[in-house]
């Protein structure tokens, strides 16, 4: 690696500029560390110049009577080392996962909090940016309303990017908020959406609860991950994510397919479950709309994704404004329609739900919780019927599949609830 | 429609008024005979009289208070105070005389008079003669702030004045008096509290009053040229101020700069400031940007003077660090 | 209008003091009963001036008012329900509870008012006289104001204007020899206030202000100098307050002996002894009586009124359009 050799203001001396009076090295030539391999000048007197560390000279780039100003380079010295700066971190993954990914783990470290001007928050909660994904270029780095607009235009060419798949070997997209509490609340989303639809409630959680969101196999921005026609075969995904992440106890919020995958999750052991809040979970029942989750699979244009998105909720009325615009802009792929139609064949063949979670459910020895709105079409609440006696359910009225949505600050006030009576750290 | 000078504006309003009206009178100090320092009520006192345009004893205190008090008991005077800088003579009588009657005697008295003087600088006049105290008065509820910027709005906005039941602050500058500018003919009255969009543009508001005003102007010639457009907006009125115009403004264009002659810190502009945050915060792209007389004396000797009162490049500056 | 009081005025004058003191006495009682709120400035003892200044005047002439203006109030005409349940904060009070004892006003007697800006007064009335002579009316604007508010810079002003431009209005100062706790030989330059009339080109008349009867007379007097156009009058009438500046007032500054000196000049037994010869004493018990009994009614019916309801001011707000 080459090592600039750099003019400093050495031995306390003030000087501005000066100028190269002889080389006492050649290129090519071993060095060591504290060789004087140079001389300058400046007004008042000559001054030695080090090299830094051992090695090769391989650059000369001030010649003898150049002059030079107080932090220029002079030469360079190869130390040996080979360079550092080639190979991305994902070097021998198989999974190539898209640029936005790579970096998001940078931001994630560095803010507890995004800075972004009030009108980019109002943009991108209307469009459901992830504000943590976008690079903000207003005075210190603020984020402002061109750059939701840009992270807006670009996010379709992300979707489209080639992203392989493999059993197993993909990590999922991840999104992390960092803010206190020790074991995170892992939240799974259902069927054609994406972690995007926690964003509303994660707002109203306060700042003493860590969360992150995931994205199911070939859903949002992670992999299409092959043989992931299980709610088990979804968890095993899940869990390699996140003990890939570090983690290894957590609290869970599934929502409908994600409700199950959280069952599932829990009861496989990979990692430690604290806790389970679930928002009308599949798998306690037989019936699904399985008309609707095709519907919404397929759609490619935003008139039918409406209207199958209006199923989701208790009214078509409840449905947000923007909202079917913000999920179409995020499902502008056909390989990711086409893979989740499949999944939903898998999953709920003839429009029945192929898995009995019910067992899971039972076993599960922390706290657990149910949210259900009385309205749900999807879902019916009647599916929480002989539920065993130390599950705690919260029948919502006026509410249809999308808790979240509807009453987010019931849900986060429930979520909270569950998540302290899980008790401290163990 | 004819071209007046803005001082010219205002003494045809006067005119008019006191025609119109006989209980209008008008007091202040070299107002008579002399017509005024900036001649604003040249020949009043020729064509109404020595009761009804009065020169006066310097006694600031006592004549606003008078004043006041004759607008509850049957006539409507109209008060020049000489220069911004005396206001504190008269905060007595605003903020614990006139300000507070019509509330506290349950509506018993309308208090119709005017306080006329002229603020600002730029015109060497010193530390003591070139203040903008619109804060002092903007400050006091019950009172209303009023600050023409051109010869049209200085005559329709000094016969609202006058017609209004309440105690109105009426804010010259003197560096507008000489301005020129076309009034409409015939009787010409402007609406308090109606702030008026003088440039429209898609990139910033700029909301400014009186002489800054022109500033902005030539602020947003500038800016033009680098590929930014603000919209300028003259307040007219500082209390009560148009809210939805301001609203309005900053929604479309998501970025606000203030102006004002006064000090920037506890000024007028951060009123604006708070007033633009607590209705249009999700609006703003950026924070607010205020732009005012440096928060010192302001000198006397031209290249200080011109150092510390704000002006078009001051004005441009915010607009660029608010879009940056 | 005469420059003497008839028996019938005189009688008048007195009923007027007996509800004065009433009132005042009533008040502290209920301030020592935790009942009142906010320092009450009582003005016993300096009745006479109050009522016997305002006896000649009509509704259409303006008096301006201190902090302790209950006399001025009673004397102008004010009804005294109205202006206790305005003590007690009541609704029904004449400025809705809103002003509290020391700013009431009743612009229909022209009472325009109260003001507990010690000197504010002074220019006050000066800037009413400046309308009726503009409107030409046949009325007077009287400020009644004290030794303390002499020493302001605008009662210098306002009295050189007054003069300046013969303004119809007359300024009464009720001298009670202390500016809050300190005693006027500490705040005056002069001893007598009204040798200061010819420096403002005046006539200064000094009177013994609990003498309601010679009150009446230098006022009536003043009244009609201005309005014959002729200007100022400065009265300068000598009186004490027997009962502290203000319901807060600790006490301890006045020398021993000195309350009790004036209390001997009360101008209420003294009013009450000159009229006997000419209306009896059965006549001036029941007058008493009938004085004292409206007072008691008026706290009676006051204490029971309801607390005015919260409204904002429209005049008063920021934008030009609710929010």
Same mark, same amino acid.
């Given at each position: 690696m080459?090592?600039?050799?750099?003019?400093?203001?050495?031995?306390?001396?003030?000087?501005?500029?000066?100028?190269?009076?002889?080389?006492?090295?050649?290129?090519?030539?071993?060095?060591?560390?504290?060789?004087?391999?140079?001389?300058?000048?400046?007004?008042?007197?000559?001054?030695?110049?080090?090299?830094?560390?051992?090695?090769?000279?391989?650059?000369?780039?001030?010649?003898?009577?150049?002059?030079?100003?107080?932090?220029?380079?002079?030469?360079?010295?190869?130390?040996?080392?080979?360079?550092?700066?080639?190979?991305?971190?994902?070097?021998?993954?198989?999974?190539?996962?898209?640029?936005?990914?790579?970096?998001?783990?940078?931001?994630?470290?560095?803010?507890?909090?995004?800075?972004?001007?009030?009108?980019?928050?109002?943009?991108?909660?209307?469009?459901?940016?992830?504000?943590?994904?976008?690079e903000g270029t207003g005075p210190r780095g603020r984020i402002k309303r061109r750059d939701v607009e840009r992270a807006l235009r670009?996010?379709?060419?992300?979707?489209?990017?080639?992203?392989?798949?493999?059993?197993?070997?993909?990590?999922?997209?991840?999104?992390?908020?960092?803010?206190?509490?020790?074991?995170?609340?892992?939240?799974?989303?259902?069927?054609?959406?994406?972690?995007?639809?926690?964003?509303?409630?994660?707002?109203?959680?306060?700042?003493?609860?860590?969360?992150?969101?995931?994205?199911?196999?070939?859903?949002?921005?992670?992999?299409?991950?092959?043989?992931?026609?299980?709610?088990?075969?979804?968890?095993?995904?899940?869990?390699?994510?996140?003990?890939?992440?570090?983690?290894?106890?957590?609290?869970?919020?599934?929502?409908?397919?994600?409700?199950?995958?959280?069952l599932a999750l829990?009861?496989?052991?990979?990692?430690?479950?604290?806790?389970?809040?679930?928002?009308?979970?599949?798998?306690?029942?037989?019936?699904?709309?399985?008309?609707?989750?095709?519907g919404l699979a397929r759609a490619t244009r935003i008139e039918s994704l409406g209207a199958w998105l209006g199923a989701l909720f208790a009214t078509p009325a409840s449905v947000p404004e923007g909202y079917a615009q913000a999920v179409m802009?995020?499902?502008?792929?056909?390989?990711?329609?086409?893979?989740?139609?499949?999944?939903?064949?898998?999953?709920?063949?003839?429009?029945?739900?192929?898995?009995?979670?019910?067992?899971?459910?039972?076993?599960?020895?922390?706290?657990?919780?149910?949210?259900?709105?009385?309205?749900?079409?999807?879902?019916?609440?009647?599916?929480?019927?002989?539920?065993?006696?130390?599950?705690?359910?919260?029948?919502?009225?006026?509410?249809?599949?999308?808790?979240?949505?509807?009453?987010?600050?019931?849900?986060?006030?429930?979520?909270?609830?569950?998540?302290?009576?899980?008790?401290?750290?163990? | 429609m004819a071209k007046l000078r803005y001082a010219e504006a205002l003494n045809q309003a006067l005119r008019e008024e006191m025609e119109r009206d006989p209980a209008v009178w008008l007091l202040g100090e070299d107002i008579g005979v002399y017509g005024g320092v900036f001649k604003v009520t040249r020949d009043l006192m020729e064509t109404f009289g020595e009761e009804r345009v009065r020169d006066t004893p310097i006694s600031e205190q006592a004549l606003t208070a008078m004043t006041v008090t004759a607008a509850m008991t049957g006539t409507r005077p109209v008060l020049e105070i000489m220069y911004a800088d005396f206001l504190p003579l008269t905060i007595d009588a605003l903020a614990n005389q006139a300000s507070i009657y019509n509330y506290i005697w349950a509506g018993q008295v309308e208090l119709p008079f005017v306080l006329r003087t002229q603020g600002g600088g730029g015109a060497g006049a010193g530390a003591q003669h070139s203040k903008s105290l619109d804060a002092f008065v903007a400050h006091i509820p019950g009172l209303k702030v009023v600050a023409p910027a051109s010869p049209a709005d200085a005559k329709g906005l000094l016969k609202a004045a006058i017609r209004d039941p309440h105690p109105v602050i009426f804010l010259e500058h003197k560096l507008l008096y000489n301005m020129?500018?076309?009034?409409?003919?015939?009787?010409?009255?402007?609406?308090?509290?109606?702030?008026?969009?003088?440039?429209?543009?898609?990139?910033?508001?700029?909301?400014?009053?009186?002489?800054?005003?022109?500033?902005?102007?030539?602020?947003?010639?500038?800016?033009?040229?680098?590929?930014?457009?603000?919209?300028?907006v003259d307040l007219r009125t500082l209390r009560p101020l148009d809210l939805s115009a301001i609203v309005a403004s900053v929604e479309k264009t998501n970025h606000a700069v203030v102006v004002n002659e006064g000090w920037t810190f506890c000024g007028y502009g951060a009123e604006l400031s708070a007033t633009i945050m607590d209705h249009a915060f999700d609006a703003l792209d950026a924070p607010v940007e205020r732009v005012g007389t440096l928060d010192m004396p302001i000198p006397y000797s031209e290249p200080l003077e011109m150092a510390v009162l704000p002006d078009a490049g001051r004005i441009a500056d915010a607009c660029r660090r608010a879009v940056a | 209008m005469r420059n003497a009081p008839s028996v019938d005025d005189q009688l008048e004058m007195f009923r007027k003091m007996v509800v004065v003191r009433h009132m005042e006495e009533t008040l502290g009682e209920l301030h020592k009963a935790g009942k009142t709120r906010g320092p009450i400035h009582r003005c016993d003892g300096q009745e006479a001036v109050g009522i016997g200044a305002t006896a000649m005047l009509a509704d259409t002439d303006y008096i301006t008012s201190t902090h302790r203006g209950h006399a001025h109030y009673i004397g102008k005409g004010l009804d005294p329900y109205r202006v206790v349940a305005e003590i007690l904060g009541r609704e029904t009070g004449y400025c809705e509870g809103r002003a509290g004892h020391m700013?009431?006003?009743?612009?229909?007697?022209?009472? #325009?008012? !109260? &003001?507990?800006? +010690?000197?504010?007064?002074?220019?006050? *009335?000066?800037?009413? $006289?400046?309308?009726? /002579?503009?409107?030409?009316?046949?009325?007077?604007?009287?400020?009644?104001?004290?030794?303390?508010?002499?020493?302001?810079?605008?009662?210098?002003?306002?009295?050189?204007?007054?003069?300046?431009?013969?303004?119809?209005?007359?300024?009464?100062?009720?001298?009670?020899?202390?500016?809050?706790?300190?005693?006027?030989?500490?705040?005056?330059?002069?001893?007598?206030?009204?040798?200061?009339?010819?420096?403002?080109?005046?006539?200064?008349?000094? #009177?013994? !202000? &609990?003498?309601? +009867?010679?009150?009446?007379?230098?006022? *009536?007097?003043?009244? $009609?100098?201005?309005? /014959?156009?002729?200007?100022?009058?400065?009265?300068?009438?000598?009186?004490?307050?027997?009962?502290?500046?203000?319901?807060?007032?600790?006490?301890?500054?006045?020398?021993?002996?000195?309350?009790?000196?004036?209390?001997?000049?009360?101008?209420?037994?003294?009013?009450r002894a000159a009229l006997e010869s000419h209306v009896g004493e059965e006549r001036l018990s029941a007058v008493?009586?009938?004085?004292?009994?409206?007072?008691?009614?008026?706290?009676?019916?006051?204490?029971?009124d309801p607390l005015p309801g919260f409204a904002a001011h429209p005049a008063s707000r920021p934008y030009s359009e609710v929010s």
């Open positions: 080459a090592r600039d050799v750099t003019i400093t203001g050495a031995g306390g001396e003030y000087m501005d500029s000066v100028t190269v009076v002889e080389w006492c090295a050649g290129v090519g030539d071993t060095v060591r560390a504290g060789d004087t391999i140079a001389v300058v000048e400046t007004a008042k007197a000559a001054s030695d110049v080090e090299a830094p560390c051992d090695g090769t000279l391989a650059e000369i780039v001030a010649d003898v009577g150049d002059e030079l100003e107080i932090g220029a380079v002079l030469g360079r010295i190869d130390d040996g080392t080979g360079d550092a700066e080639e190979a991305p971190a994902a070097s021998a993954a198989p999974a190539d996962p898209p640029p936005e990914a790579a970096a998001a783990p940078d931001r994630r470290v560095r803010e507890g909090r995004v800075v972004a001007s009030p009108l980019a928050r109002r943009i991108a909660a209307q469009e459901g940016v992830d504000l943590t994904t976008v670009e996010a379709p060419a992300v979707a489209r990017q080639a992203v392989p798949e493999g059993r197993g070997a993909g990590r999922l997209f991840v999104q992390t908020r960092q803010e206190g509490g020790p074991d995170p609340v892992v939240f799974l989303h259902g069927f054609a959406a994406d972690l995007a639809v926690w964003n509303g409630l994660l707002a109203k959680l306060g700042p003493s609860v860590s969360t992150i969101g995931v994205d199911l196999p070939g859903h949002g921005r992670s992999p299409r991950l092959k043989a992931m026609g299980s709610p088990a075969a979804l968890a095993d995904a899940v869990a390699e994510t996140l003990l890939a992440e570090g983690m290894s106890r957590c609290h869970i919020v599934g929502h409908s397919l994600g409700g199950a995958v959280a829990a009861d496989s052991g990979a990692l430690a479950v604290r806790s389970l809040t679930l928002l009308a979970p599949a798998g306690l029942g037989p019936e699904i709309d399985g008309a609707v989750l095709q802009r995020r499902r502008g792929d056909d390989a990711l329609r086409d893979y989740q139609a499949a999944l939903a064949g898998e999953l709920f063949p003839d429009g029945t739900q192929g898995f009995d979670m019910r067992p899971a459910l039972e076993r599960f020895a922390g706290p657990v919780r149910l949210i259900w709105g009385e309205s749900d079409r999807i879902l019916p609440i009647r599916q929480t019927r002989g539920l065993a006696p130390h599950v705690a359910l919260h029948r919502v009225a006026q509410v249809g599949h999308m808790p979240q949505i509807e009453r987010p600050d019931l849900v986060a006030r429930l979520i909270g609830e569950t998540v302290r009576s899980a008790g401290g750290p163990r | 020129r500018g076309e009034v409409p003919d015939g009787e010409h009255v402007a609406e308090i509290g109606r702030a008026a969009i003088l440039r429209e543009g898609r990139d910033v508001s700029v909301f400014a009053t009186s002489r800054m005003v022109h500033e902005a102007l030539k602020a947003a010639e500038a800016l033009s040229a680098e590929g930014i457009e603000a919209e300028i | 700013i009431v006003a009743d612009a229909a007697r022209g009472m #325009i008012g !109260g &003001n507990a800006i +010690v000197g504010a007064g002074i220019p006050a *009335a000066t800037g009413m $006289a400046c309308s009726i /002579r503009l409107t030409g009316r046949d009325a007077v604007a009287m400020c009644l104001f004290g030794d303390g508010a002499a020493q302001t810079g605008i009662c210098h002003e306002s009295m050189n204007i007054a003069s300046l431009w013969k303004l119809p209005v007359i300024f009464l100062l009720e001298h009670n020899q202390y500016g809050l706790t300190v005693h006027s030989s500490r705040q005056s330059s002069v001893e007598d206030l009204s040798v200061r009339a010819e420096g403002y080109g005046m006539p200064g008349v000094l #009177i013994d !202000g &609990n003498d309601a +009867v010679a009150v009446y007379g230098a006022v *009536a007097e003043a009244v $009609a100098r201005a309005k /014959r156009g002729e200007g100022p009058t400065l009265i300068e009438a000598k009186t004490y307050r027997f009962d502290g500046f203000s319901t807060s007032d600790m006490g301890g500054y006045q020398p021993d002996g000195e309350i009790a000196e004036w209390r001997a000049r009360d101008p209420i037994p003294r009013l008493e009586a009938e004085a004292r009994k409206e007072v008691d009614d008026a706290f009676a019916q006051a204490l029971a």
